[in-house]
């Protein structure tokens, strides 16, 4: 059993116009989970991530975070605990360098010079962003935008890192780079929580798959697990990837008794039968 | 169907202060009813075509322009921004920046009834509008309250409410659900065989593009890399990987088993072909033992 990092217990959050957002969310996420919360628009995704980072407090229930009520702490302190990437990075952005923008929240800790020169130098090298660091920010390409702000949440050194839609709008390239960051942030012990309608991106990366459907949690589990429930995923305006659904057409000619969340697992399925039978 | 609605003659675009040109020499027709994609990695020059192609640019974006963009056949240079407003719409990446009413409903009705269209005829086709987003109900909402993906729809709405010939939509199901995506290029099929309505959108979703574009565009670098059938661009090795491509998941696994010995009868883009395809390859494998 591993060390949960996230308790979300029976949460329910209502907007000040009455609007309940969220009724009666449970969960809990482990130390080094990589989660993809998925489900339509206006499900209560953000509103979920916004409860998570502090900047909206349960109406009812409680949300702890690495041992911490988020109804005690501010938000600025849950800041070194939990980062924060929003939908639209480029409202994050605001100086005159990469490496200034990376500078200010280590800045703001108060912490020593060294100090923070290591870690803007250790968000940069992770992200990518080196050979830029004196570049103007808004200047740069979108992919390169979104790497800067996450680079300056990687700077905070928190636990958790939340990515709300960061692949909106980015080609094939810039979204692989930025779930390749997120990826090598788990691999160095943190844990990543990722909303995104991009489908391939979540079987490709996630680990398990949360979704949400009129403000509650309808699924919950392992990614293949999760994609396997195709009519249920339906109910949240969700599709299971293309490859997912191709395979699971092909299954009178192609029995698969799991499921395919790959290209390469699809075609590799295919060749091996081809070899098979001209053997 | 093959009329040409729109005409792109040797265009150039650089924006002021910038040192290279985004958009060199473009050349390009389109026929009215034809849906259009532009395809192309970040900072490929997308956003910038599609002002050029709405009249935004040369009208209210300062920069250097040279060459021809035909609208309906007004020269977009010789026509003021209203007058090409008539014809056409377009729908930015960013909803947020064109929303600033307190009701649903007014922000539907706004641009239309810039275009002194009749009060009756903008609620009609207002209502209409919001039906086909899937977001009736919301009129009376403030549109600042709602979510990314519904302020997406909320503008395509803006849009569709003033009936345009031309629809352009950069990005328009950037932060929609994957069925909501569908619907939308559900309702551009429709807008497109029921209205004849042109479209033009840019957009990465490579599944959906192959299930409903005419014809893809592919920009790089500012210029025109290739334009052809979503099964032509798709295919071509050479241009998906030279811009960056995505490229269907069924095309991927075709991509693989010709990689690894395997050759196939036909190319899919689309699921159904990939099934198709695929069922087919295994079937004579197995009918040969």
Known sequence: MREPVIQVDHLTYTYPNGFEALHDVSFTIEKNDFVAIIGQNGAGKSTLLKNLVGLHKPTQGNIIVDGVNTREISVARLSTKVGFVLQNPDRQLFADSVEEEIRFGPQNLKLDKAEIDARVEHAMEQTGLIRLRREFPMALSAGDRAKVVIASVIAMQPEIIILDEPTTGQDRRGCAQIMDIAKEFQRRGHTVIVVTHAMSLVAEYADRVIVMCKGRRILDGPTAEVFAQEEKLKESFVLPPQVTRLARAMSAVLPVDHTILSTQELSGCIAARVQANQM | ?289
Request: charged share 25%; with cysteine.
């Open chain 2, 1 to 289: 169907m093959d009329e040409i609605i729109l005409d792109v003659f040797d265009a150039s675009f650089r924006y002021p202060n910038a040192p290279a040109y985004s958009l060199k020499h473009i050349n390009f027709q389109v026929r009215k009813g034809e849906f259009l994609v532009i395809m192309g990695e970040n900072g490929a020059g997308k956003t910038t075509l599609c002002k050029m192609l709405s009249g935004i640019i040369p009208h209210s974006q300062e920069g250097v322009y040279f060459g021809d963009v035909t609208i309906c056949g007004l020269n977009s240079k010789e026509h003021t921004l209203p007058e090409l407003c008539q014809h056409i719409g377009i729908v930015l990446d960013d909803p947020e920046s064109q929303i600033f009413t307190t009701e649903v409903l007014d922000e539907v009705a706004f641009g239309a009834e810039n275009l002194e269209i009749p009060t009756d005829e903008i609620q009609r086709n207002a209502d209409w509008a919001l039906q086909v987003v899937r977001m009736a109900g919301y009129e009376e909402k403030d549109p600042t309250r709602l979510s990314g993906g519904q302020k997406q729809r909320v503008a395509i709405a803006s849009a569709l409410t003033m009936q345009p010939e031309i629809l352009i939509l950069d990005e328009p199901t950037s932060q929609l659900d994957p069925i909501g995506t569908i619907e939308v290029f559900q309702v551009v099929r429709e807008l497109k065989e029921k209205y004849n309505m042109t479209i033009i959108m840019v957009t990465h979703k490579s599944e959906e593009i192959a299930q409903f574009a005419d014809r893809v565009l592919v920009l790089h670098e500012g210029e025109v890399l290739a334009m052809d059938t979503p099964q032509r661009i798709f295919r071509n090795k050479e241009i998906v990987d030279k811009a960056w491509l995505a490229v269907p998941q069924v095309s991927m696994v075709a991509v693989e088993l010709e990689q690894s010995g395997i050759p196939l009868d036909a190319f899919p883009v689309r699921l159904e072909e990939g099934v198709e395809v695929f069922s087919a390859l295994l079937q004579e494998t197995e009918a040969r033992i």
